[in-house]
């Protein structure tokens, strides 16, 4: 069971898949087996009945590339864009870290280099 307003969205699609079927002089029994679907689908989504399965009416309707965009994740701009936001703002490479650990194994133990005036360290 959808809302009020799905519902009377559904009637008014099942209204006019009938006259567009009508139009062409479809029976419900030609227009099912066109859509791979069964003839009670098709009476049942022209009734605008919401128990009829989305893929279903989108088969139906030809609009199933239309129903793969609809929640397609590289098309979400929200999300996207809220994702964006968790992002860390600035990334450290693998040579910043491995600097960091040993600076803090070295603060740890206590031991600092020598380093001498021809720049080596020991």
Same mark, same amino acid.
């Given at each position: *069971?959808?809302?009020?307003?799905?519902?009377?969205?559904?009637? %008014?699609?099942?209204?006019d &898949?009938?006259? /567009?079927?009508?139009?062409?002089? *479809? #029976?419900?029994?030609?227009?099912?087996?066109?859509?791979?679907?069964s003839?009670?689908?098709? /009476?049942? &989504?022209?009734?605008?009945?919401?128990?009829?399965?989305? +893929?279903?009416?989108?088969?139906?309707? +030809?609009?199933?590339?239309?129903?793969?965009?609809?929640?397609?994740?590289?098309?979400?701009?929200?999300?996207?864009?809220? #994702?964006?936001?968790? %992002?860390?703002?600035? +990334?450290?490479?693998?040579?910043?870290?491995?600097?960091? %650990?040993q600076?803090?194994?070295? #603060? #740890?133990?206590?031991?600092?280099?020598?380093?001498?005036?021809?720049?080596?360290?020991?």
């Open positions: *069971m959808g809302s009020p307003k799905s519902h009377l969205a559904l009637e %008014q699609l099942g209204h &898949l009938r006259g /567009a079927r009508l139009r062409r002089g *479809m #029976a419900i029994a030609d227009l099912a087996v066109r859509t791979g679907t003839a009670s689908s098709v /009476a049942r &989504l022209e009734k605008g009945d919401s128990g009829v399965g989305i +893929g279903t009416l989108a088969d139906v309707l +030809g609009l199933l590339d239309r129903l793969a965009d609809l929640i397609d994740i590289r098309k979400d701009d929200l999300g996207l864009a809220l #994702a964006a936001e968790r %992002q860390p703002r600035r +990334g450290r490479t693998s040579a910043t870290t491995l600097r960091r %650990q600076d803090k194994d070295k #603060a #740890a133990h206590g031991r600092t280099d020598v380093i001498d005036l021809d720049g080596a360290s020991f």
